[in-house]
């Protein structure tokens, strides 16, 4: 650049004939592939990663990425409706109690727990949280907060299911390839189903009560039905991730509902950046296994861990997958002020 | 009380702890009738409004819709039994794209009793809607997002969310603050075609001239209570009228 002349950035569009929410022209394969790649090259590679990394420790990084994966997305959902969460850790505890306690109990086999599981504790969250739909913002936030810490004390107090030792020895699965799959299962599930939810007439409606609930009621549309809806949504999601986690460790106890599963969702869902469900899943495959590749560093895992969270945050606010995504939609150039 | 009367208000108060925003309000409007509500600033008007629509729920009072007791009823039932309203912000869903905003009220339980319409279907609907109001399809203004449409465009969405929701009471809260002359000039004689075609109109307004073109009855406010209802022209040579409204003069 020459002395004394100043230069600005510009972003351009790719040249591509149409890019849109509703129209669809394609003019050559180039296109096709070009749209395409960003989705079909994620979903290869997760449906691969388990063959790859069979048989290693990475594959249980990979099972727990997932695990937060679907938390976040949980998280990500809610969030689309206006509702923030500080409590993934009860429908993670939910589900992970429900299909526990049906197995160890009733002697139920893991392919009726797992939906049983998903279902019950779906249910059991959404009757929780219906009577507080009409607080907003920090208001529900803290309920949300409050109720898994609650029922961790209440486990422990009363000496129910399990009390302070959990309930021991529940089914494992039959073979190790049916939880890893399961579990990317859902997750692409949940990504791609979510994403979906919120393009169609129904998500316009759960949008809308994001930006303006006045303005959707207005419009004849009781809100409370679809953040209820929106609830239990989530919550089946989050509840699967519990009731899969529970047969996987053959062991359910008051962990289960600890603040480590609100918090790391949350923290990879403002990694990969909001809005996206892409953006949850992606926070969650580089927090977990960072978070196991620290593990080396012994006392100081924590304060590193932290230290990179915060830097992330700080030179990408947008999040990693709105950065990537841009920049793959968008070249940029300097250009003459 | 005769059968043609779709809405009637019936001493409505409403205290907002020592303030009396609305105090023993009635009001009868019949079907097919376009009546002003005109006051000065914080006379209570969109208060008024407020409790007819559910939004804000009265201290005392009744608020019959054809004949049916809707006092205290949330806002999206009222709006289901054909109330629609405006906003004075001209709130919107401003991060989904304008055609978007419609899909709500289409959603809604009242339009669906109507006809069916499935996803793909309403983005037509919702299309026609706007484009009849001044959105040009071909210069794809609906599909704009409507976070990034000049003020005009949002107060005229604001009355197309309405209008998608086939309403038989339309009331409209200062629609024409904050649009241009060129904009007034061009939404005025779409809620004439509203009126001719049937609907009840409610408009609370500022702008006296446009509203006395298009407005056979006229309530004046004034510290939350009705000081004045009837025809335009006899409303403003009323000396109490002129008095709230324009102010008394300053003795030199």
């Known amino acids: 650049m020459a002395e004394g002349e100043k230069y600005r950035k510009e972003r351009l569009d790719r040249g591509i004939k149409a890019r849109s929410d509703t129209i669809y022209v394609l003019a050559s394969s180039r296109d096709l592939l070009y749209l395409l790649m960003p989705r079909a090259l994620p979903v290869a590679l997760l449906i691969l990663l388990p063959i790859l990394l069979h048989g290693t420790y990475w594959e249980k990084v990979l099972f727990y990425s997932c695990i937060f994966g679907l938390l976040a997305l949980s998280w990500d959902f809610m969030n689309s409706v206006g509702l923030v969460s500080l409590g993934q850790a009860l429908f993670f505890g939910a589900g992970a109690y429900f299909a526990g306690a049906l197995n160890h109990y009733l002697g139920w086999p893991i392919f009726l727990t797992i939906p049983a599981g998903t279902i019950g504790g779906a249910l059991i969250c959404t009757a929780l949280l219906v009577p507080v739909v009409r607080l907003r913002g920090v208001y529900f936030s803290i309920v949300t907060l409050i109720l898994p810490l609650l029922f961790a004390h209440l486990i422990e107090t009363l000496e129910i299911l399990g009390g302070t030792h959990g309930l021991l020895s529940l089914s494992a699965y039959p073979s190790g390839w049916i939880a890893i799959y399961l579990a990317v299962g859902a997750l692409l599930l949940a990504l791609f189903g979510f994403r979906k939810i919120l393009d169609e007439d129904f998500g316009m409606i759960l949008r809308g009560i994001r930006d303006d609930d006045r303005v959707v009621m207005a419009a004849g549309v009781n809100i409370y039905w679809y953040k209820a809806q929106s609830i239990f949504l989530a919550a089946a999601v989050g509840s699967f991730a519990g009731a899969l986690m529970t047969h996987y460790y053959q062991f359910v106890g008051r962990s289960v509902l600890a603040l480590d599963y609100t918090i790391l969702p949350l923290a990879a869902v403002v990694l990969g950046g909001p809005g996206s469900f892409a953006g949850a899943a992606l926070g969650s495959f580089i927090l977990v296994p960072l978070s196991e590749a620290l593990r080396a560093m012994g006392g100081l895992r924590m304060a590193l861990y932290g230290l990179i969270l915060i830097g992330a945050l700080a030179a990408l606010p947008e999040g990693i997958f709105h950065y990537l995504q841009r920049r793959y939609h968008q070249f940029e150039r300097m250009v003459k002020v | ?252």
């Not at chain 2, 809405?7 to 702890?17: D, I, N, Q, Y």
């Not at chain 2, 075609?197 to 409610?202: A, N």
Request: net charge positive.
């Open chain 2, 1 to 252: 009380m005769t059968e043609d009367v779709i809405l009637e208000v019936r001493r409505l108060t409403k205290t907002f702890g020592g303030i009396m925003a609305v105090c023993d309000v009635s009001l009868e409007v019949r079907r097919g009738e376009f009546v002003g509500i005109i006051g000065p600033n914080g006379s209570g008007k969109t208060t008024l409004i407020n409790l007819i629509t559910g939004f804000v729920k009265p201290t005392s009072g009744k608020v019959l819709y054809k004949g049916q007791d809707i006092t205290g009823k949330p806002p999206y039932e009222i709006a289901c039994l054909g109330i629609a309203r405006t906003f004075q912000m001209a709130r919107t869903l401003h991060k989904l794209p304008a055609f978007k905003n419609l899909i709500v009220p289409l959603c809604s339980p009242r339009v669906r009793k109507f006809r069916g319409g499935k996803y793909g279907e309403r983005d037509d609907i919702a299309i026609d809607i706007l484009d009849d109001l001044g959105f040009e399809r071909d210069s794809f203004v609906p599909y704009k997002i409507a976070g990034t449409l000049p003020h005009g465009y949002l107060k005229r969405l604001d009355l197309a969310r309405c209008i998608a929701l086939r309403p038989e009471l339309l009331i409209l809260d200062e629609l024409f603050s904050g649009m241009a002359m060129s904009e007034v000039a061009a939404t005025l004689p779409m809620l004439e075609k509203f009126h001719r075609e049937g609907l009840t109109i409610i408009m609370v307004e500022h702008r006296l001239r446009e509203l006395f073109r298009v407005a056979n009855r006229v309530m004046v406010m004034n510290f939350g209570q009705k000081i004045a209802d009837g025809p335009p022209q006899k409303v403003m040579e009323m000396e109490e009228v002129q008095k709230a409204y324009l102010g008394t003069e300053v003795e030199e």
